[in-house]
């Protein structure tokens, strides 16, 4: 069964410090892995996109990596901001028929204090 | 250039009613597909429009029912509203779901069914 886990659950850091958060996938057979910031209440916007030859990719302050033989992901905040609240959610892309179909992970919550 | 746009954006209906949900796609966009996050949830795949046909589909009963029009926009229909569809509704719009392309959401449509 196609399943995207994503580790922790929520997170509270403090503002100015790393994070990283994880994502471990059962998708087969793989396409590509995306992952998304979503403010609550909001739509998820997407941070980066990742194939299988792929081993990392910066967005700002995101930085996501991608081991495709342990089917594993991260993603590292850097110098968190309040603005970094929300979660984040990791989404794998599974082909089948032709088609990309997305299987998303239940996100992280991630909370940035003063 | 206008992002995916959806409406309406909150909605309260009651049990056993029908509700539509509209979807513009981003500019140059073809594909639309939706999906259903409850709360702290990570989102659900509905189904996904491409040339008016409903290409893909999610674990979802027949009371959700969907369409694409000439023009790319699309609805989403759900017949017999229960409790339990009360949910944030999120319209993602793509060029082509085979390739590893950027996927934008709208802000979602809030249905909550008393």
């Known amino acids: 069964k196609n399943q995207v886990e994503q580790s922790p659950q929520s997170l509270i850091i403090l503002e100015g410090k790393n994070c990283t958060l994880q994502c471990n996938y059962t998708v087969s057979p793989f396409s590509n892995l995306r992952w998304y910031k979503q403010d609550t209440g909001r739509g998820p916007v997407s941070l980066t996109i990742?194939?299988?030859?792929?081993n990392t990719k910066s967005n700002g302050r995101y930085t996501a990596t991608l081991d495709a033989d342990t089917k594993q992901s991260s993603l590292h905040i850097t110098a968190s901001q309040l603005s970094d609240s929300a979660s984040y959610i990791c989404v794998v892309s599974a082909l089948g028929g032709g088609y990309n179909k997305l299987i998303f992970g239940a996100g992280t919550r991630l909370a940035v204090h003063p | 250039d206008a992002g995916v746009t959806q409406s309406p954006t909150h909605l309260i209906k009651t049990r056993g009613q029908q509700v539509t949900l509209r979807c513009s796609p981003k500019?140059?966009?073809?594909?639309v597909s939706w999906y259903q996050q409850a709360l702290g949830q990570g989102p659900q795949f509905i189904f996904q429009?491409?040339?008016?046909?409903?290409?893909q589909r999610g674990n979802f009963p027949d009371r959700f029912s969907g369409h694409q029009f000439p023009n790319y926009s699309s609805e989403l229909n759900v017949n017999a509203l229960l409790l339990g569809d009360s949910a944030l509704y999120l319209c993602?719009?793509?060029?082509?779901?085979?390739?590893?392309?950027?996927?934008?959401f709208g802000e979602g449509s809030w249905l909550t069914v008393v």
């Open positions: 993602a719009s793509s060029t082509d779901s085979y390739s590893g392309n950027t996927i934008y």
């Open positions: 990742m194939t299988f030859s792929e």
């Open positions: 500019s140059g966009h073809d594909t």
């Open positions: 429009y491409y040339e008016e046909e409903e290409r």
